[in-house]
């Protein structure tokens, strides 16, 4: 057992956001010269994404990466990380995680693209560290940035273990790249590991030297940049001396780790003390912006933590953010994000790798509890930002922090303040060569649990409701709340409501709670949201909604219900058919949502029928591409056998089986229980049972083996 330093959790969460801010800072400039910037943008000391038209917080790979390849530590257990965890792990991690030209990775082509050439190359058996190593792939594609930008993870489930953070981070990037480009992961993941107990950055550098060869080709280039801004004292002077020296001209590629590591380098000797000056730095200099400014982002942040981000500018890095963030993995219940449920996972993961017991989930277990300093996970108003204003303060009655919102004096109009639990259309429209999977956080049947106080000194009672809005058929968001309640001044109550039916097929995209009070003109009335949470499977029958037919849709068919679902199967027919009419070319593909509070349940597909082929079923407890049960049909000789299926990376175990008699073009109900370990399928007549304990919550959907199916719906229902 180890002790972990001191404030650790904060410093994650400090860490984190780090990351996100920077990401999402030098994303709209990715891959511009200093040149560029500063004709086109001048100086960069704050968010630009308005000068784009584009929303602040969209899908990148440097994020996606970065938060869902460190779950291989969750997904291949070990007693002791420094003996057990392996780069196969990280690959298997990859191959459960990526779906393949459609999320996480710059799909840009096999021999351009490093990520996507090692990920052609697991998916063809090759496995790590062969896959991404120069005689494998070249010395200019293993060289490229990939392996340092998603190297984070790895060092903030490591605080202040620099050996282990060495020992993960080597693993991890040597399933894709080679030579200096895995030195330089291992020396960011190490300078970060030893930040949480170290602050000075010349001796975080030292250390993250000792972890890189002496014969490395990272030595020379950071031993001349040390010098250059001891003799320069100017940082763009020392940026055109690297440009002029180690610039892109002098490397093969699309973007060569050594240019953006130096500047790098650069940017935290020059400013590792002061937030907003690193930022300034790292993303005026250009190059690969979103990638550099993450991973110094995420540096900074741990050197400075959560005050850090405060200077005497008083710029708001947080507030924009809100802490929300998008991941696009096979894992849809994981993709609407924000950085408090990132650092707690990243602190448990900590606690595993050091033998000490998980954190306790704050205020019972709730997902949204604002128990980090500053935090708000994602809540804002929906009305004019002037109708209402939200802050992180301590009731004084309740020992741990929670939103205040105070409407303004003048307001009497209902407001709205909530969070994001879906994919929001403006996400959409920002083109990427990867997409956004997301399933939606809240589904009917589900219980909602939101805690509220009135402090004693208001003046008068406030109104106050659980509201959720949801995709309509129309895609047009409509809302949907509990029954109101009134809070006296002095008042703390709980609002149960049980999500209805009538939201099946319209995702819901936003939580929180409505609010309704007179007119206040001394403007003294506050709301505590104290926390909300869910609890509970969801039951419901899926089934795409009925065509549009409003003037100007054409009958086109709603949209959003359609971005709910996970897939990695090649045909998905929208605009005919049954509710499901799906297609896949070779091998193995799944169409899939939910999340993983999904527990004990069943998945019922009414109306199933094979078109053509075998190996086709309903599946449970998914939780990436190659973790799942299934029920599934197949042939065996003249007879058709029934069979409850555990897959594991690339082993599929049969756990029960039965005959089963079926044929093509005849409409069947197939369907999985799941309760604790015990699994049931069940196929017209025919019950096979089964029993596995390693999956314990995770989606529901369909898996095809080459060929076809459809299905009328998929009912969910708890168990």
């Given at each position: 057992m180890t002790a972990l330093p001191h404030k650790y959790l904060e410093t994650i969460y400090a860490g984190v956001l780090g990351k996100l801010i920077g990401v999402y800072l030098g994303r709209p400039f990715e891959n511009w010269t200093y040149q560029e910037i500063q004709a086109r943008l001048g100086p960069i000391h704050h968010y630009v994404h308005d000068r784009f038209e584009v929303p602040l917080v969209v899908i990148d790979d440097d994020i996606s990466g970065t938060f869902a390849f460190v779950r291989a530590l969750e997904e291949h257990p070990f007693e002791d990380a420094a003996k057990d965890f392996s780069c196969e792990n990280v690959g298997s991690t990859w191959l459960n995680q990526v779906i393949d030209n459609r999320t996480v990775f710059w799909w840009g082509g096999h021999g351009i693209s490093t990520e996507?050439?090692?990920?052609?190359?697991?998916?063809?058996?090759?496995?790590?560290?062969?896959?991404?190593?120069?005689?494998?792939?070249?010395?200019?594609?293993?060289?490229?940035?990939?392996?340092?930008?998603?190297?984070?993870?790895?060092?903030?489930?490591?605080?202040?273990?620099?050996?282990?953070?060495?020992?993960?981070?080597?693993?991890?990037?040597?399933?894709?790249?080679?030579?200096?480009?895995?030195?330089?992961?291992?020396?960011?993941?190490?300078?970060?590991?030893?930040?949480?107990?170290?602050?000075?950055?010349?001796?975080?550098?030292?250390?993250?030297?000792?972890?890189?060869?002496?014969?490395?080709?990272?030595?020379?280039?950071?031993?001349d940049v040390r010098v250059w801004v001891q003799e320069d004292g100017d940082w763009e002077t020392t940026r055109q001396r690297i440009e002029d020296t180690y610039g892109y001209d002098k490397y093969g590629g699309i973007c060569h780790m050594i240019p953006n590591h130096l500047i790098m380098v650069m940017a935290v000797l020059y400013a590792g003390h002061d937030f907003s000056q690193a930022m300034h730095i790292i993303n005026t200099a250009g190059w690969d912006t979103d990638c550099n400014s993450g991973n110094v982002g995420c540096l900074v942040g741990i050197i400075n933590g959560l005050g850090g981000f405060e200077n005497e500018k008083a710029l708001d890095?947080?507030?924009?953010?809100?802490?929300?963030?998008?991941?696009?993995?096979?894992?849809?219940?994981?993709?609407?994000?924000?950085?408090?449920?990132?650092?707690?996972?990243?602190?448990?993961?900590?606690?595993?790798?050091?033998?000490?017991?998980?954190?306790?989930?704050?205020?019972?277990?709730?997902?949204?509890?604002?128990?980090?300093?500053?935090?708000?996970?994602?809540?804002?108003?929906?009305?004019?930002?002037?109708?209402?204003?939200?802050?992180?303060?301590?009731?004084?009655?309740?020992?741990?922090?929670?939103?205040?919102?105070?409407?303004?004096?003048?307001?009497?109009?209902?407001?709205?303040?909530?969070?994001?639990?879906?994919?929001?259309?403006?996400?959409?429209?920002?083109?990427?060569?990867?997409?956004?999977?997301?399933c939606p956080l809240l589904s009917p049947g589900q219980t909602l649990f939101a805690v509220l106080s009135s402090p004693a000194t208001n003046t008068t009672p406030i109104t106050a409701a659980i509201r959720l809005k949801a995709y309509d058929f129309d895609d047009a968001l409509v809302p949907a709340s509990s029954p109101y309640t009134t809070l006296a001044p002095g008042q703390k109550k709980s609002i149960a409501w049980t999500i209805p039916a009538a939201l099946a097929n319209k995702p819901i995209q936003q939580l929180g709670v409505a609010l309704d009070q007179p007119a206040n003109p001394e403007g003294t009335n506050k709301v505590y949201l104290h926390s909300i949470r869910h609890s509970g499977t969801p039951a419901m029958t899926l089934s795409r909604p009925p065509l549009s037919t409003g003037p100007g849709l054409s009958s086109v068919p709603e949209t959003m219900w359609t971005y709910q679902w996970v897939s990695s199967i090649d045909k998905v027919h929208t605009k005919f058919g049954p509710s499901f009419f799906l297609a896949q070319d070779a091998g193995e593909g799944l169409y899939y949502t939910g999340t993983r509070d999904w527990a004990d349940y069943s998945a019922s597909a009414g109306g199933w029928m094979v078109n053509m082929?075998?190996?086709?079923?309903?599946?449970?407890?998914?939780?990436?591409?190659?973790?799942?049960?299934?029920?599934?049909?197949?042939?065996?000789?003249?007879?058709?056998?029934?069979?409850?299926?555990?897959?594991?990376?690339?082993?599929?175990?049969?756990?029960?089986?039965?005959?089963?008699?079926?044929?093509?073009?005849?409409?069947?109900?197939?369907?999985?229980?799941?309760?604790?370990?015990?699994?049931?399928?069940?196929?017209?007549?025919?019950?096979?049972?089964?029993?596995?304990?390693?999956?314990?919550?995770?989606?529901?959907?369909?898996?095809?083996?080459?060929?076809?199916?459809?299905?009328?719906?998929?009912?969910?229902?708890?168990?």
């Open positions: 996507h050439t090692v990920f052609n190359n697991l998916k063809r058996g090759i496995k790590p560290p062969v896959s991404g190593s120069m005689g494998t792939n070249g010395r200019t594609l293993a060289e490229q940035i990939g392996a340092q930008i998603f190297i984070d993870g790895w060092a903030m489930v490591c605080p202040g273990n620099a050996g282990l953070a060495a020992h993960l981070a080597w693993e991890a990037a040597r399933v894709s790249h080679d030579g200096v480009a895995v030195d330089a992961a291992v020396l960011w993941a190490v300078m970060e590991a030893e930040a949480f107990v170290e602050k000075d950055v010349d001796k975080l550098l030292d250390k993250g030297l000792e972890y890189v060869g002496t014969e490395s080709g990272l030595r020379k280039p950071i031993e890095w947080r507030g924009p953010l809100a802490d929300r963030a998008l991941i696009s993995t096979a894992d849809g219940g994981y993709s609407i994000n924000d950085a408090v449920r990132i650092t707690y996972d990243l602190a448990n993961t900590a606690h595993k790798i050091a033998g000490l017991t998980p954190l306790s989930a704050p205020k019972d277990g709730a997902q949204w509890h604002f128990s980090l300093p500053g935090s708000v996970q994602g809540f804002q108003c929906t009305s004019p930002t002037s109708s209402v204003q939200i802050e992180q303060t301590l009731d004084a009655r309740t020992p741990a922090l929670g939103l205040t919102l105070q409407p303004s004096s003048t307001n009497q109009e209902e407001i709205e303040v909530l969070t994001q639990t879906f994919t929001p259309r403006d996400a959409l429209a920002v083109k990427r060569d990867y997409e956004l999977m997301a082929g075998e190996g086709h079923g309903v599946v449970v407890r998914v939780q990436g591409l190659r973790r799942w049960y299934g029920a599934m049909v197949r042939k065996e000789g003249e007879k058709g056998v029934l069979e409850v299926v555990k897959a594991r990376d690339a082993e599929r175990t049969v756990l029960g089986l039965g005959e089963a008699e079926w044929g093509l073009d005849v409409k069947y109900e197939i369907a999985v229980e799941v309760k604790g370990s015990k699994i049931s399928a069940t196929f017209g007549d025919v019950r096979v049972e089964a029993e596995d304990g390693e999956y314990r919550g995770g989606a529901a959907g369909f898996v095809l083996g080459a060929g076809s199916i459809c299905a009328d719906s998929l009912r969910i229902a708890p168990m």
